[in-house]
Structure formats: C-alpha cells, structure tokens
C-alpha cells in the first residue's frame, strides 16, 4: 500500500464524490418547489469510492499478472484449480458430502416451515431455468435475453390449456416444453444467422414483444390481471392440502433438477455438446471444422427454451395465478446473472448461482432493496475480473490405455 | 490426370479494392503447391474464398475428390459443406478452441464424420457410446501422427506457439480431408520448428496421400517443399513454376524488392 | 389528411429525439463495435441532472434564461462523465475479452445506473418543469408543432451537422475512423486508441445528453426507466440506418418514429412497442446491413 496507490484512491473517490454530487445529495420537489439535501451520503460515496477504487486497482493488477508484484507471488492464478474445485473433483470427498447433501435436502421440507419450502421451491426453479439457459448463454455462448418469454409460454400454455380444455398439470408439461421449443424455432430460424450482439437485442425484442401482446390481448390472455386459479398438480387422485402440495411442489423441482443435471451434463459430454463449445469459442473456425453453425445454434437455442417452457408450467402451478408482471426483461437478467455469476458453462456453479441470487435476498430483506442495483455489479465486476464465475468450467480429461503406457506424463 | 482443384478466373472485391484479380489455378493429386505473395496480396482471400468463408465475387471453384472422382463446384457451399467435401484449412491468426483441450480440438474436426445427435447423447445408447469412443480414438491417432500426444489433456490455449501450429494442422487432418490448406503454418516459429514442420507435412503428403496448398513466407520451406509455386501480387497472380524457376523469375524478383524475401 | 399531418410532425419529433440517442449508439458501435447498452441510462442522467439544476435554480429564484443554459450545459457536462468513467470501469478492462463478456458488463452498467438513479432519487415520475415560453414566430403553423418540437428539430440538425463535420474533417475525427476500421493497425501508426475511444464516448453522451433534456421538457416527466426503452429504440434506428453510419442514424430514426406515429394513429397504441422490435426483425434479415450501411464481410 503505497503512497502513490492512497492518492490515486483518494484522487478516484474526489472523482466519484463529484460525479454523484446531483442525483445523490440532491433531490428536487419541482410541484412544491423545495430542495432536500442529503449532505450525508456524500460522506458513503467518499469511503465507498476510496475502498472501490483501492480494490479495483488492487484485482486489476493481479490480473493482469502484476508488472508490480504488490500480493506475494500468486503466479498463474487463473490456471491454478482452486481449492474448492479440487475438493469437489475428488471423490474421496465428493461422495460423503454429496450424502449429506441430499439427506438434507430431502428432510428439509419436513425440518423447515412451509414459507421456507415455498422459497426453496422458487429456488429450485431457477436452478433449472438457469441450468437451461445455461446450455444457450454458457454452452453455447449465444447472449439470449429474452428467456422469460419462453418461461411465460410455458406457464400460459398450462393456464389456459387448464383453463379452456382442463388439461391436466402433467399432460401440460411436455406440452409446454413442446411449445417453448416450437416458439425456440420460429424466432431461432431467422435470427440465428446473426452476430452475437444483434442476437441479444433481437431475442431481448422478441421477450417484449411476447408480454406487450399478452399484456394486451385481453381475449386470449385476459390481459394484466392475469389468470387466477390455476390447479396446483395432482397426484394421480390424491388430493392434497396446501401444504401437502407444497411439499410435493418441492420434491417435483427437486427431481427436475436433478433430470435437468443429468441431461445438461450428458448433453455438455457429447458430441453435440462439443460443438456447443467450440461454437461459443470460434464460430469461424468451428464452421471451417465442418460444422453446421445453423443447425448447432438452432439446438442449443431449443433445448434451453424448452426447459424454460418446462419450468414455466411448474411456475404456474405453484403459484396458481400468472399475469404478464412475472415474465418481464428483469426476469430474463436475473436468470443471466444467475449464469455469469455461477460460471458459464458450469453446472455445479450456476446451481450455487441460483441459490445464492434467490436466496440471499430472501434471507436478507434489508439488502433487497439493492438486489438489482447488486446484480448490475455482479455483471460487470463477474466479467471483469472472474469471466468464468465463481467456479469455472473444468474440461473433462479423456483418457487411453495406450497413452498411459507409452508416456508417463499423460494422468 | 485430371487437377483435384480447378480455380477459374476467381476475383473478389472489397467495397472498391480488388482483392483478387481474375487468377487461374490447379492443383494435381499428391503435389505440394505454393501461394506466396506480399503481404496483402490477396493469398488468404484465396483460401477464405476457397473454404466458403468469402463469397468470390466471380470465377469458378471446383475439387475432385481422388477417391471418388466426383467433380464438385464449391461456389456457394457454407464454410462446413466445403469441409464435408474434404477441404480443410488452418488459419493465419490461430484459431484454437482455447479453453478446450487438445484431444477436445481434435474431436471437433471428427465432428463433420459421425452423427450422433441430441436424443442419443442423453440416452447415451450403445451405438452413440461406440461412435465417442471412436472418436476419441481416432483423434488420439491423430495427434499421435502430428506428434502432440504428451499434450493431449491440456487446454489448447496453454500450448507453446509452434505446439499450437501444429494442434492447427492436426484439427484440419482429423476431418479426413484430401485437400489441406495451410496458411503461414511455419509464421511465428524457430528454425528447429520449422524444420520439424517440413517434415511433418512431407510426412502428410507421403503417409495419408493428402495433398497440400500452401501459403508460407519463409522462402528457404517454400522452395524445398514446394512442387510447384503460384506468386500473386495485388491480388494478380504473376508467375507460376517449379521452384527454381520462380527464384529466377524477374518479376517475382521486382515484386519482392524492398521486401524480406526470407522474412 | 390534417390527421396525417400531425402524426407526420409528431413522428418527426419522436424520429428527431431518437436521432439523438442513436447518434451516440452509431458512434461508439462503430468503434468498438459494442452495443453500449448502458448508452440510454446517460440520456436518463442528462434528464436527472437537468431537472435537479432546474428544481435548485427555480429555489433560488434565477431568472429563465440563464436555469435553463445551466441546466442543459451541467446535464451535458454530467452525461459526459459518466459516459467516460462508464467507459474506464466497465468496457475498457474488456478490450480484448470475447464480445459476448462486454456485452454482458454493458447490461450490468445498465441495470446499476438504472438503479442507482432509483434508489437515489425515486421511482416515482417527476414533472419535469417547462421553462422554454413558446417562440412568437411559430404561432402560425402551432397547430403542426410546438415551441419545443420545433428545438427538436432544430438541435437535431445541428448536432448531427457538427458530429459529421467532426468525423469528416477534423483530426480527431480521422483518427475515429482509423480506430474503427482496425483498431490495432490504428495503434501501430501512433494513435492513442484509448484517448480516442473515450473521445467517442463523451461525444456520444454528450449527444445522448442533449436529447434527454429536450425529451423532459418535451414530454414533462421522467422517471429513472426512461433510459432504457429509449436507447433500445434508437439502438434499432441505428441498425436500421446501418451502424456505423450518422446519416444513417437519423434515417434510421425518422422512419422508425413516423412508423411508430403512423401505426399508433392508424392502427392501435397498444402495440407501440411491438413496432421497434418487428422492424428490427425484418431489417436484420433482409439487409442487416442497414438502410444505409455498406455492406462488409467481416475480416477473417
Ligand atoms: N473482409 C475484408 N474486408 C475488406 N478488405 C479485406 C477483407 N479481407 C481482406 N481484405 C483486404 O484484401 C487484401 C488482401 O488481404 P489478404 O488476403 O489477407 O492478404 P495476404 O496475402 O497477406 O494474406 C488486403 O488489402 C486486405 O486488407
Ligand atoms: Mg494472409
């Protein structure tokens, strides 16, 4: 910590104190013309830029590998497995905790009240929304920003099926899972073909277009005030009490996650899954491999979009009334930040992402004011300083029986 | 016998700048042909022409697969078509699948030769667990022959430059092409590289009976591989022959003035 | 045929305003081809700190003229600061990174700025005062448009003429256009790429500035959400015109605000909205190069 390094900090938060000085210490009435000052807040930006710029520097320069070697000698940090990967790589360990884990995990809804059920089972679902996302943003490295309207036709699929023909909760799910792949191809075919960026923006548009229409086509969707009622799933003909079924709400997500781990990670271990990567690396020289770009887009695009549609049908029935306010652009962004934060590409982490995201702001009611105002820092400082999450992807190693014996090297 | 390329009077325009100039060229089963030039000349426009990945604004490409003799018009084919038809190319400016590992990288070029799909890798069925095994296997075969075995678990971006190269070359072999295009495979490497270079792809050329297209700057691989050399300038091509006679050529000569020959 | 004269003017006003935000989007697109998501929550702060000026200044009693040039020059000034340290915190560091990890920073610039302004302020909408009395001289055709419509216009023009100017014909210009065509060839014969792209981005926000104040005072309210429904629209009119090019953004943005004016006249504003993103669908598959875009192959 150097001279140097404190005035340069100080320099930054001066910088920021400035910068903030309008909107954060001043606000206007211009009805009743009075000026409130918030003199104090000036003081939060001072410390908070101070330290921010302070530990920005700090990260920046470890790095970038540090021309400055200011932190004892770290060298090559990213390449290092951290400890925790290790951990969890090695089955020694792996196996007990994964135990204990899902002994917990199916004694939590008889341990905890039924508010905490409820919150896990949301959870839940964004695991299995992020998961899927996941094979589209992480995988395949496609920027898909309008997610949530997938996940809305999932859940309207159930509503008005439900609604107008009494289809049954279960019959719904392959039908929405059908439908969220069918809407995946009709906006995947033409907008596919273009680069990345203009993919983000047109699927963000696609997402509006998708809730402006259900929000205003009152016959079809019964417009904002939604659709109420929604039978929560039966059991074949066990009628359960509220509680009852948000127990078994609970254990139904449980088990699609765990079908949705299964097929991701088989998926990511296949041939089809390779080309996802590769695609997300190099799209030139993945097609100059002989691959169809079109067609390994167009998979990854519906494979994620079904499992929103999926997750959509059980969306509704938990929550038994759905109107357009769920499946916002925000939707969509918590879903994403779910993905970056995780690790892109990584299973295990956009699992911890989701719990984290969701669950954090549940417990701490204080701090969800900011959620979204701290999603926007997760994004930007994620891609910054850790662009693989908190635990990155680690390739699966292949290997021989022949290569062993002729090179001792080879693990 | 019959050329297995056949590039007819192929140009390609940039907004106003003429890229390539109505060049002629052919290549012969078994050769090891040249395509050098100043840089800037038009020689990857060729292969990027060549490969689907610019379309030419004029002219003709066609390749005759040597086994089966079919003639196949590559105008118009998407980048991957032109693959599937036995064409593969390395790039310039390295393009690896960085945070895939080496072996990883091979598997991609087995890609355009098997088939299974999203249904068989989830119920992962006798036939799809076969293919991958395949596929592993063959493409342990492959970087074998290139000589990258020890690195077969590293992730690609973690290679030392000459190692990355050669993981570029074994990419392209891995799709079981007839035609490889090489662009600048030796840009970038020491003298022992590149001689171990010069064997690897006269290793290619005899052992698979691939036949090879290449563009190169290092004059001293150029002349001692090459059957036969194209020079273009301008996107114009301005000689062609066997080595020592474009070393004697004038306007080769004229072209290069001022230039490295040997850079 | 009156009623097809008014939604002409009032497409005229909407295109003028979006012109102004895409203006900046076309710009920083060009050169570094990012789609500067964050680039509407500047418009929304150029408003902010316009309003505060104004609420301050009208507290204290000054007199019109001299509120509102403060007003429009601090807003200006504010934009432009946030733009460049925008730029130094979240895109410069992902120069090199893959685009897609830009991409998604510039959505987390978006998203803080936009909750910033929310939590700092409020999510209420605010009045945003009008203090521009209406010009004598365009009493005759008020029936078409208002004092600050005609201001709309009229900046629009200017800008877009001095932006083109500055492009075409002053160093710095030259060395943007260096920039974007090949960035590290641009390094190579000495120019200082960063100095010149955080150049771009204060132009850029500047720009977006001015159209945030003339839309408060046009519109007379904002809310902090103003920003992002606005700069996705005007990043649509860019790609309409083609990226990259200025006239081309306000092309782009005139046809989108007269589509808007028309289908919301003609046909029904529930779907305002829809019009953008269909447009942009359409556009991007049948000449996504854009209205007036060249068309390049992207270099390999
Ligand atoms: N996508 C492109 N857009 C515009 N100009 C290009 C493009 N690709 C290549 N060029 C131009 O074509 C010419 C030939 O380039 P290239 O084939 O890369 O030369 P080289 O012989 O060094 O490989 C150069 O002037 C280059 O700038
Ligand atoms: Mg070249």
Redesign the pocket.
């Known amino acids: 910590m150097t001279l140097g390094e404190i005035k340069k900090s100080l320099l930054a938060a001066a910088w920021f104190m400035f910068l903030t000085f309008p909107i954060m210490v001043i606000k206007v009435n211009t009805i009743q013309k009075t000026v409130e000052w918030h003199w104090e807040r000036l003081l939060y930006v001072a410390v908070g830029g101070f330290v921010f710029s302070f530990l920005w520097r700090y990260f920046l320069r470890r790095k970038q590998g540090g021309r400055r070697p200011a932190a004892p000698v770290e060298t090559d940090e990213p390449e290092a497995v951290p400890a925790f990967q290790r951990l969890i790589h090695d089955r020694r360990f792996a196996m007990p905790a994964l135990v204990v884990l899902g002994l917990f995990v199916l004694v939590f809804p008889y341990l905890f009240s039924m508010y905490q059920v409820n919150i896990m089972t949301t959870a839940l679902i964004y695991v299995v929304t992020g998961l899927g996302l996941n094979v589209v943003v992480g995988v395949a490295g496609l920027l898909h920003l309008g997610y949530a309207a997938f996940y809305a036709v999932g859940a309207y699929t159930y509503a008005l099926l439900n609604l107008h023909f009494g289809v049954s909760f279960w019959l719904a799910l392959p039908i929405g899972a059908a439908l969220g792949s069918v809407f995946a191809v009709i906006l995947g075919f033409p907008v596919l073909r273009l680069r990345g960026d203009y993919l983000a923006i047109v699927t963000l548009g696609f997402g509006e277009i998708i809730r402006l229409v259900l929000e205003n086509w009152n016959d079809f969707s019964y417009g904002p005030s939604g659709i109420a009622n929604i039978p929560r799933p039966k059991f074949f003909w066990f009628d359960f009490s509220l509680e009852q079924s948000a127990v078994f709400i609970y254990f139904l997500m449980l088990a699609m996650v765990l079908l949705t781990v299964f097929v991701t990670n088989r998926l990511k271990d296949s041939r089809i899954g390779r080309a996802w990567i590769a695609l997300r690396e190099d799209e030139v020289a993945c097609q100059a491999m002989g691959i169809d770009i079109a067609r390994t887009k167009l998979s990854a695009f519906v494979m994620g979009s079904a499992w929103a549609g999926m997750a959509g049908v059980v969306f509704a029935a938990k929550t038994t009334f759905i109107n357009p306010a769920s499946f916002t652009l925000w939707e969509s962004i918590v879903i994403l930040c779910i993905v970056v934060l995780g690790g892109m590409g990584s299973i295990l982490g956009v699992i911890l992402g989701a719990l984290v995201l969701i669950l954090l702001p549940e417990y701490l009611r204080a701090f969800s004011e900011y959620r979204m105002l701290i999603f926007g820092v997760v994004l930007v400082v994620m891609m910054v300083f850790r662009p693989g999450g908190i635990l990155s992807e680690v390739r699966r190693t292949y290997l021989f029986k022949e290569g062993l014996s002729k090179d001792g090297s080879l693990s | 016998m019959q050329p297995i390329l056949e590039i007819r009077n192929l140009c390609m325009d ?2 106003g ?1 003429r ?1 390539i100039d109505t060049l002629d060229l052919h290549i012969g089963q078994g050769e090891i042909v040249a395509l050098i ?1 100043p ?8 292969f ?1 022409c060549l490969t689907g990945i ?1 379309k030419p604004s004029g002219g003709e490409m066609l390749a005759r697969s040597p086994k089966t003799g079919e003639a196949r018009r590559l105008n118009g084919l998407k980048p991957n078509q032109v693959t599937e038809n036995g064409l593969a190319r390395t790039f ?1 400016n390295i393009r690896l699948f960085g945070s895939m590992t080496v072996l990883e990288n091979i598997m991609i070029g087995r890609h355009c030769r098997t088939s299974a799909g999203i249904s068989g890798a989830i119920v992962r069925n006798r036939a799809t667990r076969e293919e991958e095994k395949r596929i592993v296997q063959d493409s342990y075969d492959v970087l074998k022959k290139i000589g990258l075995a020890r690195y077969v678990n590293e992730y690609a971006k973690n290679l030392p430059y000459g190692a990355q190269r050669r993981l570029e070359i074994a990419r392209a072999m891995a799709t079981d092409p007839f035609l490889l295009l090489l662009d600048e495979p030796a840009a970038g490497m020491n003298p022992q590289e590149t001689d171990e270079l010069n064997e690897l792809i006269i290793g290619i050329r005899e052992e698979a009976g691939i036949t090879i297209f290449l ?1 190169e700057h290092d004059m001293k691989l150029v002349m001692s591989l090459s059957d036969r050399i194209y020079v ?1 300038d301008y ?1 114009k091509k301005i000689a062609e022959g066997r080595p020592e006679e474009i070393k004697r050529n004038p306007a080769v000569i004229k072209a290069y003035l001022g230039e490295e020959v040997d850079a | 045929m009156e009623y097809f004269i008014e939604l002409f003017f009032s497409g005229l006003t909407r295109g003028s305003i979006y012109a102004l935000i895409a203006l900046g989007y076309t710009m920083v697109y060009g050169i570094i081809q990012l789609i500067n998501f964050a680039h509407g929550e500047i418009y929304m702060i150029g408003a902010f700190t316009a309003l505060i000026v104004t609420g301050v200044l009208t507290y204290y009693g000054w007199p019109h003229l001299a509120i509102i040039l403060i007003a429009a020059v601090l807003a200006i000034f504010y934009s432009a600061a946030y733009g460049w340290t925008m730029e130094r915190i979240a895109y410069k560091p992902l120069r090199d990174a893959p685009r897609l990890s830009a991409l998604i920073s510039a959505i987390g610039a978006s998203l803080f700025l936009q909750n910033y302004v929310l939590l700092a302020q409020t999510s209420d909408f605010l009045p945003f005062p009008s203090l521009i009395s209406d010009f004598a001289f365009l009493d005759p055709v008020s029936n078409l448009f208002g004092t600050t419509d005609f201001l709309i216009y009229t900046t629009t023009g200017v800008v877009m003429a001095l932006l083109t100017f500055l492009i075409k014909f002053t160093r710095v210009g030259k060395a943007m256009r260096a920039t974007a065509q090949d960035r590290h060839m641009a390094m190579l014969v000495g120019i200082d790429v960063n100095r010149i792209i955080s150049i771009t981005f204060i132009i850029g926000s500047a720009t977006a500035a001015i159209g945030g104040v003339l839309i408060a005072s046009h519109v007379g309210q904002i809310n902090f959400f103003i920003g992002f429904i606005a700069g996705i629209k005007a990043f649509v009119a860019a790609v309409l015109g083609g990226i990259g090019s200025l006239p081309g953004a306000v092309l782009g943005s005139l046809v989108l605000g007269w589509t808007e004016a028309f289908f919301t006249g003609y046909v029904s504003s529930d779907y305002e909205d829809v019009c953008a993103f269909v447009i942009l669908v359409i556009i991007l598959i049948f000449r996504p190069s854009g209205l007036l875009g060249r068309s ?5």
Do not use: D, P, S
């Open positions: 940039f907004g700048l890229a030039g840089n800037g000349a038009g020689k990857t426009t060729v990027n610019y310039q563009i273009v996107g | 390049g192959v992207q270099k390999v």
